[in-house]
């Protein structure tokens, strides 16, 4: 039977061939087949890693996807998420995280709270996490020694690690920058003082980045930084901030596009100091801006109104989960009826439905520079 079907289909088969061989060879490069992916950041790519060093943002975060509290700062995936399955691979486990972690495909490296700069107020007292850009490239520097010593022992927990060459083959994805920027705003740093900040903080970013490549990194899918101007927690506690036509904060999201003009400058050099490396840029702040500017489009309303929250004209009152005392009585400051229908889930971070339209933007390669899809990050043009 199963000969007579093989048989059947040989004309097909051939013709096939016959038409791949006919092609001018512009296929002639296959899809990156990554065995791993390792990633670095902040809130943007945390799978929980802030979650697993603290604790977890309360319910109802990851009520759409995961229906509990995983430490991602969402409804449900994020980008990450989205990065990870598209090469059928699992959601990266964070490298703080002791309890049920494999790390065969690769480790999560990102907090959210992360800053490329030393952070001078850390969790828990300040606002910010431990975990630097510094530090995360340090953990993965010792997360490649340990596990080559357990892969050497052999055992269970062998195969919980990746294999020796994923670390070459593998996909490193970055996305940080923006606390360094918010902290300068939220500080008493007038909007000049934190773009003077840009040039350093993008310095400090591509010697890391470096550093990483020494260790044997190839392949960088870097994220740019997203419009913080048009966050409702910048709209709330900068209320006389210069709004562009849209409604978004125009200075703040200056900032945002100094830095990334800078981000990928740094990264058109580095692309040829490092003549082994596929270095991606990856415009985020494109796809993030056109939600805002078009919701309807994305099928979203209220784009400046956070989906969770209480209170004030954008619903951030008070913090997506927290128990507050509203006329005397007790309440939980919810997430709306259709975390679908919103950009923002908490004010800060995208809804699971936002952070899939911008992936499904991203991964096209059509805003990144050079312009290569996701599934081919491994090569350099
Ligand atoms: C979601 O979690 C709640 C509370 O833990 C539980 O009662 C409910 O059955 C869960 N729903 C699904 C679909 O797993
Ligand atoms: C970890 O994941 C890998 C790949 O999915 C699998 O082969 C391995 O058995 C897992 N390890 C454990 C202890 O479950
Ligand atoms: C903020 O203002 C205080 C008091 O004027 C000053 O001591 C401090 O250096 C300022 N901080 C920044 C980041 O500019
Ligand atoms: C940030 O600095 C750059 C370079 O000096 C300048 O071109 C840009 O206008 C500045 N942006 C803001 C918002 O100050
Ligand atoms: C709380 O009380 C004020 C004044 O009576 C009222 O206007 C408001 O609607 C009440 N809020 C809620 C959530 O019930």
Redesign the pocket.
Known sequence: MARIELSRHMPLVTLIVLVLCTTPPIFASTHCDFPAIFSFGASNVDTGGLAAAFRAPPSPYGQTYFNRSTGRFSDGRIIIDFIAQSFRLPYPSPYLNSLGSNFTHGANFATAGSTINIPTSILPKGILSPFSLQIQYIQFKDFISKTKLIRDQGGVFATLVPKEDYFSKALYVFDIGQNDLTIGFFGNKT??QV??T?PDLVNNYIENIKNIYNLGARSFWIHSTGPKGCAPVILANFPSAIKDSYGCAK?YN??SQ?FNLKLKEALAQLRSDLPLAAITYVDIYSPKYSLFTNPKKYGFELPYVACCGYGGEYNIGAGCGATINVNGTKIVAGSCKNPSTRITWDGTHYTEAANKIVFDQISTGAFNDPPISLDMACYRK
């Open positions: 909007i000049q773009n003077a840009v200075q200056e900032v100094y």
